[in-house]
């Protein structure tokens, strides 16, 4: 069985960038049409919403926002979390975590519980949406998608 990739675009506007609704109709044509231009035969849909996603993860900006709130991340916390949700649903080993925090590393040789706390600490700093990162016991930590958690990828460019 194989599977159609897809590409989903979100996309954040201001107040100030569009000022009626006829204004964002034609804002999403003009992205569906440059889709087509981009990837012939594509199929494209829009679903325009005035919700904003509660929790959004912005690797590029070293950003977590909870509620239109930022979220303050030590450096350690924001590496582990950034690693986890690069690879949703793959399981990521403590030992590949710890690497992550070199005075943990270098202290407890593998068998302390510095990932654990760290992890623990990102929990409770994401309050509802801590279930998203997910203890998988013996081996490790995994993140799970939630339909309320955008995470912002960095850009890629495309090569001429």
């Known amino acids: 069985m194989t599977t159609t990739p897809e590409l989903v675009l979100v996309v954040q506007l201001s107040n100030t960038g569009v000022r009626s609704s006829a204004d964002l109709a034609a804002l999403a044509d003009a992205l569906r049409e440059t889709a087509r ?16 996603v509660p929790l959004v ?24 979390l950034s690693r986890l949700v690069r690879r949703p649903r793959v399981v990521v080993s403590r030992s590949v975590l710890r690497e992550l925090d070199p005075a943990a590393a270098s202290v407890d040789h593998g068998r302390g519980r510095s990932v654990d706390v760290h992890v623990s600490r990102i929990r409770t700093k994401l309050g509802r949406f801590g279930s998203i990162i997910t203890t998988v016991r013996g081996t490790g930590y995994r993140f799970d998608p939630d339909p309320g958690v955008h995470v912002v990828e960095p850009l890629t460019r495309r090569s001429a």
């Open 57 to 80: 993860i912005d690797l590029p900006a070293r950003d977590v926002i909870l509620d239109n709130a930022r979220v303050p991340l030590s450096h350690t916390e924001f590496e582990i």
């Open 37 to 52: 231009d981009l990837v012939p035969g594509a199929s494209t849909h829009t679903l325009l919403s005035s919700t904003p």
